[in-house]
């Protein structure tokens, strides 16, 4: 029998080891800060990507850039590499593909309109529910019209063009306002001055480009620069469930595997579930639960496992656990509450470790066996093979030179979409009218003629606006401008 493929990352009273079958059962790490999180992910994320197995996470303070360079001989690595008795230690960089939202220190990960759907994008412009309300009709109304929805100014234009028609859009789909859209068009305005808008655009995101292997078949790692889109917590925590989302939808179903198609590290994951409304709380419960037949695994960082609502962190079955504070009587309740979720070892005092471990120590406990949690112990976690903390930016541009995808995503493509749709058709409309205008001369304009043609003249601004767009068009991608992404795992609970 071959032996089966595991992640090795430190030792206590036994091996620490994530096996490759159990990768897609999640896991979470946690601790106070300066306990060691970021490195654990590191190693962690080393590992998969030797095992073959593609990684993507978001870089929240810019410190695992360090994992495309290798690390510098120290004392501090040579004494763990001896305890631990790393035979095979080796000072390695890892394949690293850099992306940002903002286009400056790697590719531009960006989606469109669309794609988002107006559910996620209500979030993200922290729109009431009137206000969602309207930003679903637009969606509608785009949908029905043909109007690619791809970047920030076609979502402006189509609000502004769903305000001007709110009459006859109010009774074919619900009431719109203007202030409700004047509401939205401020909040998007919002995201626009944060640099918000800089997320949609294409080329749009090939998911496959996440799950690339190099030419020696280890797993590229994705690192989401995200120093500048942590500072907007919603867009940063919708944008990467919306990410989770889509994989969810486009990956196809594989069943058990050796190992997983993709580990996905969610840092700063509190930020997901702050303030998120209960049927929000429970679609990020249901992404969770039924990403990991796709062969996904989600590892969640955070402080404190309390920051993880309890219907998700009981799906998060490999755990590392860190040094937690215990100053105020809260944060003993806090405490005993971790404790009690591990499984105990007749050989260690869980609540006693969890306050005094050291520095890249923690508590581990994995699936093993026919998938239980292994008892909790008390490890020392090994040390990266690259370099701990960030690069500098000559050392990023090189690697970034080096990328396989730099052709597919470093330039911008403009097509025609919502925004120069409209334009061209308030164009045409402003022309007919000119060429409509009665001589002024004529002396046929009585009353009910002039009722007649302010009448059709407003209907067949709508008529217009509904009809003349090649229906055709709709058809081809409609269906996914109205899905909503996380719509769409309603029929599958
Ligand atoms: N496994 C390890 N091997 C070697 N050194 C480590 C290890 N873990 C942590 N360290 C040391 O501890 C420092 C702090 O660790 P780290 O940055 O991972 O903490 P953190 O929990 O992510 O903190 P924060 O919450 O502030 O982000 C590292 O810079 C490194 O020097
Ligand atoms: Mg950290």
Not at 171 to 184: D, F, L, M, N
Not at 410 to 439: G, V
Request: hydrophobic share 40%; proline share 5%; glycine share 8%.
């Amino acid at each position: 029998m071959t032996e089966q493929p595991s992640l090795f990352f430190g030792a206590g009273d036994s091996p620490a080891v994530i096996l490759g079958k159990y990768a897609n059962r999640h896991g979470l790490i946690t601790g106070a800060t300066g306990t060691g999180k970021t490195v654990t992910l590191q190693v962690l994320a080393e590992g998969f990507s030797r095992m073959g197995v593609p990684v993507f996470l978001a870089d929240v303070k810019g410190d695992l850039s360090g994992l495309a360079v290798a690390s510098d001989p120290s004392k501090g690595i040579q004494k763990r590499v001896d305890t631990l008795e790393l035979n095979d230690y080796r000072h390695e960089a890892s394949p690293v593909v850099f992306w940002d939202l903002y286009q400056k220190s790697g590719h531009p990960l960006r989606t469109t309109i669309s794609e988002i759907g107006p559910q996620l994008l209500a979030r993200m412009l922290n729109l009431n529910e009137t206000q969602e309300g309207v930003l679903n009709v637009a969606f509608s109304v785009a949908d029905e019209e043909g109007l690619l929805l791809l970047d920030y100014k076609d979502l402006h234009a189509l609000l502004n063009f769903t305000g001007k028609n709110r009459q006859q859009i109010s009774i074919e789909y619900g009431r719109v306002t203007t202030a409700s859209i004047g509401a939205i068009q401020r909040k998007l305005l919002v995201l626009k001055n944060a640099r918000g808008d800089q997320l949609f655009a294409e080329p749009a995101l090939s998911l496959s480009d996440l799950m690339r292997r190099d030419e020696n078949g280890r797993g590229i790692i994705n690192l989401l620069d995200a120093r500048e889109l942590i500072q907007n917590p919603r867009l940063y925590s919708t944008f990467l469930l919306w990410l989770l989302a889509e994989l969810f939808e486009d990956l196809p179903e594989v069943g058990d595997q050796d190992t997983p198609e993709l580990v996905f590290f969610f840092d700063e994951a509190h930020l997901l579930f702050d303030d998120a409304s209960t049927s929000f709380q429970d679609q990020i419960e249901r992404v969770v639960r039924l990403i990991r037949s796709k062969g996904v695994g989600i590892y969640f960082v955070t402080q404190n496992p309390q920051d993880i609502p309890d219907e998700v962190l009981g799906q998060l079955g490999n755990r590392v656990q860190h040094a937690l504070r215990a100053f105020t009587p809260k944060d003993q309740k806090a405490l005993r509450l971790v404790a009690e979720t591990f499984v105990q070892n007749p050989d260690l005092d869980i609540r006693d470790t969890l306050t005094s471990m050291g520095v890249g120590e923690a508590l581990v406990s994995t699936l093993i066996g026919k998938g239980i949690p292994s008892m909790a112990d008390h490890c020392l976690i090994c040390p990266p093979r690259s370099r701990m903390g960030p690069i500098d930016e000559a050392t990023r541009s090189a690697v970034r030179a080096n990328s396989p995808i730099s052709d597919v995503y470093d330039h911008t493509i403009d097509r025609d979409s919502a925004y120069e749709r409209l334009q061209a058709r308030a164009a045409r409309r402003a022309q007919q009218e000119a060429e409509d205008k009665p001589p002024p001369t004529s002396r046929s304009g009585s009353g009910s003629s002039t009722r007649t043609r302010s009448g059709r003249a407003r209907k067949s601004e709508w008529e217009k606006a509904a009809g003349s767009i090649a229906r055709s068009a709709a058809q081809s991608f409609g269906k996914s401008l109205l899905r909503g992404i996380l719509g769409a795992l309603r029929g599958k609970r």
